[in-house]
């Protein structure tokens, strides 16, 4: 099946790098689990622009996107704005999962199940064709 093209600004891309190189612990402990296709083999990208925005992981073959939130995003302002992103993003059938900092690094293991197991409730079982 091919790959489901999601628009982005153009003007993003040189941001999205500089996130790359100022990455947060949270970002970097996260990024060391996903990069490579080591996770389930699936491809993982960080800092990423889609539509007008930057998300912090995403992968295209689960339509999944991961945003590690700091503590700025506790102001009722950054909420309201992260779900007017998490519903822009909807529309092009992605699913946000979000985590805070220090989720990330004080309980990762935790983090990393709470990805598996979107991952398990996603991925389509091959078809049992022939089995009785």
């Known amino acids: 099946m091919p790959r489901k093209i999601i628009p982005y600004n153009p003007k993003l891309k040189d941001l999205a790098r500089k996130l790359r190189k100022d990455s947060t612990l949270g970002e970097i402990l996260l990024w060391r689990e996903l990069k490579g296709?080591?996770?389930?083999?699936?491809?993982?990208?960080?800092q990423m622009p889609l539509l007008n925005y930057i998300v912090d992981f995403y992968?295209?073959?689960?339509?999944?996107?991961?945003?590690?939130?700091?503590?700025?995003?506790?102001?009722?302002?950054?909420?309201?704005?992260?779900q007017i992103r998490d519903?822009?993003?909807?529309?092009?059938?992605?699913t946000v999962i979000r985590f805070?900092?220090?989720?990330?690094?004080?309980?990762?293991?935790?983090?990393?199940?709470t990805i598996e197991q979107h991952i398990v409730e996603h991925t389509p079982y091959p078809s049992q064709e022939g089995s009785i």
Request: glycine share 2%; with cysteine; hydrophobic share 30%.
């Open 37 to 46: 296709k080591q996770y389930f083999e699936y491809d993982f990208h960080r």
């Open 87 to 94: 519903e822009e993003l909807a529309k092009y059938n992605l």
């Open 59 to 82: 992968c295209s073959e689960l339509n999944l996107v991961i945003e590690i939130d700091g503590n700025y995003h506790n102001h009722q302002e950054k909420v309201e704005a992260d």
């Open 100 to 113: 805070s900092e220090t989720e990330v690094k004080k309980d990762i293991a935790n983090v990393l199940r």
